[in-house]
């Protein structure tokens, strides 16, 4: 596992779940964060989505979602169209 700024590919993930392998350089990149311009394709860190070219924190429980954005704690929008609240205790490692 390798650190931002270093060389990654298949053999060689980056170690951090907020960075990630830029396939058009191979070097591990950290992810934008909310505010941040990104790419599209996933490029912002898990609590965000990329939205006409700037991370956008995803919707919370109550808030309106698509399937683009998804929804805090996952990365879908139900059919409601409405973000739910997790049913079970979200455990951190």
Request: contains cysteine; negative net charge.
């Amino acid at each position: 596992m390798v650190d931002a700024g270093q060389a990654c590919g298949p053999t060689a993930p980056c170690a951090r779940m907020d960075n990630y392998c830029d396939p058009s350089s191979l070097i591990c990149v950290t992810l934008p964060i909310e505010g941040q311009p990104c790419t599209g394709g996933g490029q912002c860190v898990q609590y965000a989505y990329c939205d006409a070219g700037t991370c956008q924190i995803r919707p919370a429980a109550g808030q309106a979602c698509t399937a683009a954005s998804g929804c805090q704690f996952t990365s879908f929008c139900p059919a409601s169209g409405v973000c739910e609240a997790p049913t079970s205790p979200i455990v951190c490692p």
